[in-house]
């Protein structure tokens, strides 16, 4: 709770009362390695906040599997187009390993806004850095080559490249699993 | 003014003394048909409420324009991702038509979130609202097929047919003019 605390202190100032406001309203909640925070065809529900461990975001296309983001521990997790909207996810957010959270569901967070003293501030800062983050990454997703995208995974997530499989790190760069160990290879031989 | 107020009032309710700070930090604004509200390199200053003309969003690629969104009246106008960042803008908007505008500058706009009674809230509902259109609008742009992009301009601007030039059409659909006038013939086809 004091990391969720000082992650919201990142936004706006806290009070004693906002404390015990933040305190009443998120609630812990756990996923197995492997289990979803949410599935494609149901609606966002909650927005979480990662205290242990670790998800991947990816959509399904013609069956198979692009990881577009990673949430570790101390960040965020939703996908704000759903909950926004309160409509059905097209996207999965799955634990890659076991993964202790505190949620808030749709509601409450409402609530939140209305009355943490500076609630409706710390909305719109999250939503305008979203913006922006999202509008990084999609663009990125879209346009940039294997080279580029995996470039990206190790600048964007440095600590994660033990902790993240294989064939994750190759749906995520849009390669096949080969594909990866080859531009692996490849990079190994330059500094050799 | 009373145009801007009522867009406003669709996110929040505005007292008189609301009235008058709104009055107070918004400038009017003008543009000549061709001219730029914002070029690719400059930082975006201001947001701007259009009371009269068109306007449209590109960005140049290889050269090449491309279109991808359009802001006809009673609408607001603004590169959020540059304004926000306050960083160097890779997008152009242009003006389409002579264009009236109503515009605020990025200080003061931090000053109407402030000082507005519902200022705060209002900026986190504008900010949530363009990251669900954006999602949508750029997943559009990089995903669709000419036809869908096509009738997606039919569906989301059924007014501005008649006042958009043909070859910005072709430049919203990634299509040559010429292929543009194919695909109408094609469709005017199918209906006689």
């Known amino acids: 709770m004091t990391l969720l605390l000082n992650s919201i202190r990142q936004f706006v100032p806290l009070s004693t009362k906002d404390e015990a406001i933040v305190n009443q309203l998120f609630e812990p909640y756990q996923l197995e390695s492997g289990s979803f925070f949410l599935q494609a065809g149901d609606v966002c529900q909650y927005v979480g906040f990662i205290a242990q461990g670790l998800l991947r975001y990816y959509v399904l296309d013609d069956g198979n599997e692009h990881t577009y983001d990673f949430s570790p521990e101390q960040t965020f997790t939703c996908n704000y187009e759903s909950f926004l909207t ?107």
């Open 86 to 192: 309160q409509t059905p996810s097209t996207r999965y957010i799955q634990a890659l390993e076991p993964t202790i959270l505190l949620r808030i569901r749709y509601d409450n967070l409402q609530k939140l806004y209305e009355t943490l003293e500076h609630g409706q501030q710390f909305g719109r800062l999250v939503a305008e850095q979203l913006f922006v983050v999202m509008l990084q990454k999609l663009t990125s997703f879209y346009r940039e080559t294997a080279d580029e995208r995996y470039d990206n995974f190790l600048r964007l997530f440095p600590n994660l490249t033990e902790r993240v499989p294989q064939y994750v790190v190759a749906s995520y760069v849009g390669i096949k699993p080969q594909s990866l160990s080859r531009i692996r290879a490849q990079r190994a031989g330059k500094y050799y």
